[in-house]
């Protein structure tokens, strides 16, 4: 069962959702995501979840990695490095509602995998999974229990 399957049944799919393309993304950035992490960024990108986590999408994306960029441009304490555009650059693809920050690093060879500025923590935290693996493990309280909410057992989007 693939990883987004797994987070579909975790999450359900939100209903009348319009879901958009990120190649203008990509093309913007001049990256290219994995294929997973495109079609999960586009289901539920642009969407709150669970009054908790923030997914943006085709629509926001483009526009937060923005804000972040210039949040950033005199360098931060924890996070340690800029977003796209800059060369190096990680693409900043949400938040939650405590002031965490969610990042998307580029380790090579199509492999993109998910850090975090912990705001209550103040700290920053790396972690091996893509965007999907990593959902799955949050939402499912394998991983990041100690510093995510206690989830519900239906989940709603906004």
């Known amino acids: 069962m693939s990883s987004l399957h797994q987070l579909k049944q975790l999450l359900g799919v939100p209903r009348d959702k319009q879901e958009g393309s990120l190649a203008p993304v990509e093309e ?3 990256i290219e995501l994995p294929a997973e992490t495109k079609e999960c960024l586009s289901l539920y990108g642009d969407l709150l979840i669970s009054d908790f986590i923030a997914v943006y999408g085709p629509e926001f994306i483009t526009e ?3 804000w972040m960029r210039e949040f950033l441009k005199d ?3 924890v996070i340690p490095k800029g977003v796209l555009p800059d060369a190096g650059g990680m ?3 949400g938040h939650s509602v405590e002031g965490d ?3 998307l690093e580029d380790r090579g060879g199509g492999r993109w995998t998910v850090s ?3 705001r209550n923590w103040g700290d920053w935290y790396q972690s091996d999974d893509n965007l999907v693996d990593w959902l799955v493990g949050v939402f499912s309280g394998r ?3 100690d510093w995510m ?3 519900p057992d239906i989940h709603w989007f906004e």
């Open 91 to 93: 693409l900043y693809w």
């Open 28 to 30: 913007f950035f001049g």
């Open 64 to 66: 937060k990695n923005a």
């Open 75 to 77: 360098g931060h304490s």
């Open 101 to 103: 920050g969610f990042f």
């Open 143 to 145: 991983i990041a229990a």
């Open 149 to 151: 909410p206690e989830w």
């Open 116 to 118: 975090a500025f912990r």
